[in-house]
């Protein structure tokens, strides 16, 4: 199964990289984004690590954890996952995801 990076994912996968990197440098920022995508390649393949997010405004979204953040997508077909965010475990993520999926709507995109 292939994957497709929406632009909040993207965003916020490029804060997370800059953030990783101010505090613990580019090594570090490097290691943990690409940590990000195997995680992101692992759920593509292996349906059994996916988690329904549970929350009536945003249907069909799932999610998988990767150390201190949550990577939510959801099966645009078949063969093909799309990642529409990536947050931080101490975040207000049904706020959050709340956000970014009337966002989208407002843009004429489904989330």
Do not use: C
């Not at 929406?6 to 997370?16: G, K, L, N, Q």
């Not at 440098?25 to 992101?40: C, N, P, S, T």
């Not at 959050?96 to 004429?108: A, I, S, T």
Request: proline share 2%; no cysteine.
């Amino acid at each position: 199964m292939r994957h497709k990076i929406y632009p909040a994912a993207r965003r916020r996968i490029i804060e997370i990289w800059h953030y990783t990197d101010k505090v613990w440098g580019e090594k570090q920022a490097d290691k943990y984004v690409r940590g990000l995508y195997q995680a992101i390649e692992r759920a593509a393949i292996n349906k059994y690590l996916w988690r329904k997010v549970e929350h009536e405004d945003v249907k069909g979204i799932f999610f998988v954890r990767y150390e201190h953040h949550y990577v939510f997508f959801r099966e645009l077909s078949k063969d093909v996952l799309g990642v529409v965010n990536v947050l931080h475990e101490s975040m207000d993520i049904p706020s959050r995801l709340k956000e970014d999926f009337y966002e989208q709507k407002e843009k004429g995109r489904r989330l």
